[in-house]
């Protein structure tokens, strides 16, 4: 803080002695040495308070740029949304027109519509096992 010599606190001490007296200056002394001990912890804690707001504003930026960079993820995420979803519902309409537009051709599969919940498929059913008739006898082992 101060650049304060030995020789010159020896010259303060010496000027003490003299103004204060030998009998005051002990307790001068250390009325002195709270005092600057008072002064050492106030600015230990205005610097630490300093700190801790310039941390809190850092972390303000950082969270701001964080935010902007989410929010560009997001409608980045958006275009290509709705870029996909306007290309599938272009191919899909130009395959309802192809299959309809031209009688001589194929029947082919109609497209699956495009919606946002999916349709449930049925799994074909297994063809049922011949019975057999009434009036021929039972072959095999009865137990």
Sequence with gaps: MFDVSFTELMVIGVIALIVIGPERLPKVARTVGHLLGRA???VNDVK????????????????SEMDEAANSVQSSLRDTE??????????????RQAVSGSPAAEPAEPAPPVADAPQAVQAPEAPAAPAQPADQP????TP
């Design 48 to 63: 630490s308070d300093i700190q801790r707001e310039i941390e809190i504003d850092e972390l303000r930026k950082f969270k």
């Design 40 to 42: 050492q912890r106030y």
């Design 138 to 141: 039972k072959t095999g082992a």
């Design 82 to 95: 709705n870029t996909l979803r306007n290309d599938l519902n272009d191919t899909a309409r130009e395959a």
